[in-house]
């Protein structure tokens, strides 16, 4: 039995290792372990008596109380049996190491955690807390609160309260591995208990669920809960489990958890209506039969556990070793890191532009290809019409017709045919930039090492473009001076160069290949 003791035990703590991790289960598309893990979930409707149920198999006066919504957030109770005669505590997974010995502080701690998450508002927050108590007086058991099933939301709360809360109870309650302790209040008609509702809906057969009866005392005198406690009304697989709670009035007596153990244990064994079930009823008898059944239920799923963490460990380790050694720490080795990672990235840059890998021919194409078939296209032949030169030499000769050679309207026309160079040259830049930037998309990609690192990746992406962006500028200026510089000063050579026949395809572009 030992050994299922710390089967237990061993759950919860990989229990508060999913919540250290962030997994505690609920809609998210992480895998999770969280939900693999059997617990004992404890639903009901408000001020159905979750909490003196959770107080009376704890056997301490430790859960926040008040009007309205109190539990706001899931409370993870992991009960550790300890020693006889050693010292009951309470200790917080958000506060390892602190032992709280005096329970009151217990509660304060759990609103105070709850008022961190969720503000000082009335929100509700599904991150559980997680609290392990050391006692002689509980057995091995697990058991998570949630906020009770509520119709109403109270002032400060919004109208999607009540819709939250069924969530979350759902998201808890639908899952295969929850075990549910589904509390309905003898005084009201069991037909309307929210909890026995929602536990038919997820647990139609009933295997998951043990049905609780509180408030027995509390039933109109001449009325008993025999038939449901004998399995004739709401049968459920497990036989229900009846339970006297402190009232509100030994409430504020801070009637002592252990004497309210005692007055159950008396009012069932003195009972006419409940003294031959006294054995089977109370909040002691429903510990034992919730740790008996969590540990059958974890020793049944004990194997799809195991190989559930062996699977998360291999992918856990697969990514590690996808992501590479640790970052340094300190500032000097991360600008290295920084630094290696950027070269990397510019070798695969130039290997793209140099050879060895696809891009820097498509730049070559521009030149050896786009550009010549859009110089073609240039209306050279209208511009060195006859009529056209007639036309420039008449204008360039304005009132003094040229004597020897027509030299202005020469420059007028040279001048103007250099001008049709600026789109193509310009259309060139904006080609090869469209390719650079795509070279260096690809280059990024094509970075292994930067795959680990996605906000580095962004930036020097971002870097890339913006440089890229400061060339095409400078690039498309110093072509445009080059056109420029070429059709301001036209040398004699320039002239004497002009090839004798003027050949049909492109006069200026062999006059001008000849002169540069
Ligand atoms: N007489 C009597 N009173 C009970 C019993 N169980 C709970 N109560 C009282 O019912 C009231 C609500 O009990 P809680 O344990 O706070 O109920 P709850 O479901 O935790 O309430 P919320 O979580 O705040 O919705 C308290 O005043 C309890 O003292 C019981 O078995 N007998």
Known sequence: MATMESLIVTVNRIQRACTVLGDHGGDTNLPTLWEALPSVVVVGGQSSGKSSVLESIVGRDFLPRGSGIVTRRPLVLQLHKTERGLQEYGEFLHLPKKKFTDFSMVRKEIQDETDRMTGKSKQISPVPIHLSIYSPNVVNLTLIDLPGLTKVAVEGQPESIVQDIESMVRSYVEKPNCIILAITPANQDIATSDAIKLSREVDPTGERTFGVLTKLDLMDKGTNAIDVLEGRAYPLQHPWVGIVNRSQADIKKNVDMI??????????????????????????????????HLESVIRAR????????????????????????????????????????????????????????????????????????????????????????????????????????PEQGYRRLIDGALNYFRGPAEASVDAVHFLLKELVRRSIAETQELKRFPTLQAEIAAAASEALERFREDSKKTTLRMVDMESSYLTVDFSRKLPQEVEKEIPFLRLWFIAK
């Open 259 to 292: 004497a309210s153990r005692w007055k159950e244990r008396e009012f069932f064994a003195s009972s006419p209506d409940y003294g031959h079930l006294a054995s089977k009823m109370g909040s002691e008898y429903l510990a034992k039969v919730l740790s008996k």
């Open 302 to 405: 004990l194997p799809g556990i195991t190989s559930l963490i062996n699977k998360s460990i291999e992918e856990l380790e697969a990514e590690l070793s996808h992501l590479g050694r640790s970052v340094a720490v300190d500032a000097g080795a991360q600008l290295y890191t920084i630094l290696e990672l950027c070269r990397a990235f510019d070798r695969i840059f130039k290997e793209h532009l140099d050879g060895g890998r696809p891009g820097g021919d498509r730049i070559y194409g521009v030149f050896d290809h786009q550009l010549p078939a859009a110089l073609r296209k240039l209306p050279f032949d209208r511009h060195l019409s006859l009529q056209n030169i007639r036309k420039v030499v008449s204008e360039a000769d304005g009132y003094q017709p040229h004597l020897i050679a």
